[in-house]
């Protein structure tokens, strides 16, 4: 069973940066040919929106998507060698305040991708952003 688990979530003010991370188990990043990662975010009274994920073809090339809200403030990175997904989050602002789920998909897809397409979940990290 693929185990997922985030760190890095915390508290800071309008306009810093916070970097998350998604320790992968029980799966190899690269070995496992294709894969897609997501980063996805769920404040209260919504469900999970995909904020970032990362396709990788399984050779040397990663395609990353991002939320327009996101894009330009926010990098997702696959790193094989620690079997480790990033999540660098600049210029944070208010509304990106919510839970933080690292996902891995059980079919690849190259794309943000919703919910449904996510097999594999960690527990989430809590991420808040004060004015």
């Known amino acids: 069973q693929v185990q997922l688990v985030e760190s890095g979530g915390g508290s800071v003010e309008a306009g810093g940066s916070l970097k998350l991370s998604c320790k992968v188990s029980n799966y190899t990043l690269g070995r496992a040919g294709r894969t897609t990662m997501g980063w996805l975010r769920q404040s209260p009274g919504n469900g999970r929106e995909g904020v970032a994920s990362?396709?990788?073809?399984?050779?040397?090339?990663?395609?990353?998507s991002y939320a327009d809200s996101v894009k330009g403030r926010f990098t997702i990175a696959q790193d094989n060698a620690q079997n480790t997904v990033y999540l660098q989050m600049n210029s944070l602002k208010p509304e990106d305040t919510g839970m933080y789920y690292c996902?891995?998909?059980?079919?690849?897809?190259?794309?943000?991708?919703?919910?449904?397409?996510?097999?594999?979940w960690g527990q989430g990290t809590q991420v808040t952003v004060s004015a």
């Open positions: 990362v396709y990788y073809d399984g050779g040397s090339t990663y395609h990353p």
């Open positions: 996902a891995a998909a059980r079919y690849t897809f190259y794309g943000l991708g919703q919910e449904s397409a996510f097999a594999y």
